[in-house]
């Protein structure tokens, strides 16, 4: 539980977002593993957005088709509805996957003046370059990207065959800070709105 949150507040809606869609991706083990630690909170409900299940095309239209239309329909309101977001994203060639890129293009009100908490994954760098891209890219949508995140180096030797951390003191500390910050700004920023609408 969080000891600065009131129990009569109501919890913040958090959308986690699967960046990969990469055949034998690795991505929805760090998923359940961070969607544990929230199930832990009494102040985030967690609403999971995976690229796997969307079929967006590449060409972005101000006109979509009505089968683009019926595929924004799956993803949007969960956007929309959410008070703040977790992207989950490897890293491929230094920067994020194109999939996770499409579906923020995809989209622009949907993130305005809402936090995002990132988590990566990789081999060396942990996915912390694509990282980086994806503050400027959120800094553009008029996002607030948190400062903490949580980044696994040679992420698959740290998971056992059932998904569970072998070591996870280190990576439960960080998620509870990532997620303290996440709740702050979410919060915060959804009481701002209702006394001043966001003007973009």
């Known amino acids: 539980m969080n000891p600065t949150h009131s129990t009569t507040d109501e919890p913040i809606r958090v959308a986690l977002i699967i960046g990969s869609n990469r055949e034998g991706r690795f991505g929805p083990v760090v998923a359940d593993w961070l969607l544990g630690r929230i199930r832990e909170r009494d102040d985030?409900?967690?609403?999971?957005?995976?690229?796997?299940?969307?079929?967006?095309p590449t060409a972005l239209s101000h006109s979509p088709s009505a089968e683009v239309t019926a595929e924004l329909a799956k993803v949007r309101p969960?956007?929309?509805g959410a008070d703040a977001f977790v992207v989950l994203t490897p890293e491929y060639n230094h920067s994020f996957p194109a999939?996770?890129?499409n579906l923020i293009d995809w989209h622009y009100t949907e993130w305005q003046a809402?936090?995002?908490?990132?988590?990566?994954?990789?081999?060396?760098?942990?996915?912390l370059r694509a990282v980086e891209h994806l503050r400027q890219v959120f800094a553009e949508l008029h996002a607030v990207t948190v400062r903490d995140t949580v980044s696994f180096h040679n992420a698959g030797a740290h998971?056992?065959?059932?998904?569970r951390h072998k070591d996870p003191a280190t990576p439960n500390a960080?998620?509870?800070?990532?997620?303290?910050?996440?709740?702050w700004w979410g919060r915060t920023l959804k009481e701002a709105k209702k006394v001043r609408?966001?003007?973009g």
């Open 114 to 127: 809402k936090p995002v908490a990132f988590v990566s994954y990789g081999g060396l760098s942990g996915g």
């Open 99 to 101: 999939p996770l890129k």
């Open 78 to 80: 969960k956007l929309a």
């Open 44 to 56: 985030i409900e967690a609403d999971v957005v995976d690229t796997a299940d969307l079929r967006l």
């Open 174 to 183: 960080a998620a509870k800070g990532m997620l303290d910050q996440l709740e």
């Open 197 to 199: 609408p966001y003007a």
């Open 159 to 163: 998971f056992d065959d059932e998904g």
